[in-house]
């Protein structure tokens, strides 16, 4: 009983403050001038367009980004992750399609959930088509598998997963 006394009660509060809200008398607008000229709305931000990337394919207008999720190995450090990944950015520049790569470690931060990723490792290409040559141009003997070979039981990286990137240019 006591429950429904005290909906009832707040139930009746919310009417009391609601009601003295919404029957106010408002106050008169200002009468409307001639309508002006109707403004432009502001412009929006657009994904860049092929002439400003030199690109005439619009798939080329989008980098693309190689995510792989990492796991740290027992007795390896951060520097020692960061020194494998620039020798995997030199072995990865040596690859057709990968001359413009660039490599991110990312170590969290703040986190939520990452499960059982500790941090992640992305390679940014400036196009799928450079991404394509790199990835038709891997194999065991391209250096990228020899600096594989060269690091492995030194960092796991199972899972990966590609992104493609739309870079967004302020409005003019």
Partial sequence: MKTVVRCLFLFVMMIVVAVPAYSAPRAKSAP???????????????????????????????????????EMVPGVTEEQIDTIAQQKLKALRQMPGAEKAQVHVLWPTAVTSLGSTDFQIVWTFP??????????????????????????????????????????????
């Avoid at 412009?43 to 690109?55: F, K, S």
């Fill in 127 to 172: 196009s799928y088509s450079d991404w394509g040559k790199f990835w038709d141009a891997y194999s065991d003997a391209s250096p990228l598998a020899k600096a594989d070979d060269a690091t492995e039981g030194k960092v796991e990286c199972p899972n990966s997963v590609i992104w493609e990137a739309h870079r967004i240019v302020a409005a003019k």
């Fill in 32 to 70: 409307q001038a001639k309508p002006a000229a109707q403004a432009k709305p502001a412009p929006q931000a657009q994904p860049a367009t092929p002439a400003e990337d030199a690109a005439s394919d619009p798939y080329d207008n989008m980098e693309v980004l190689h995510v792989f999720s990492c």
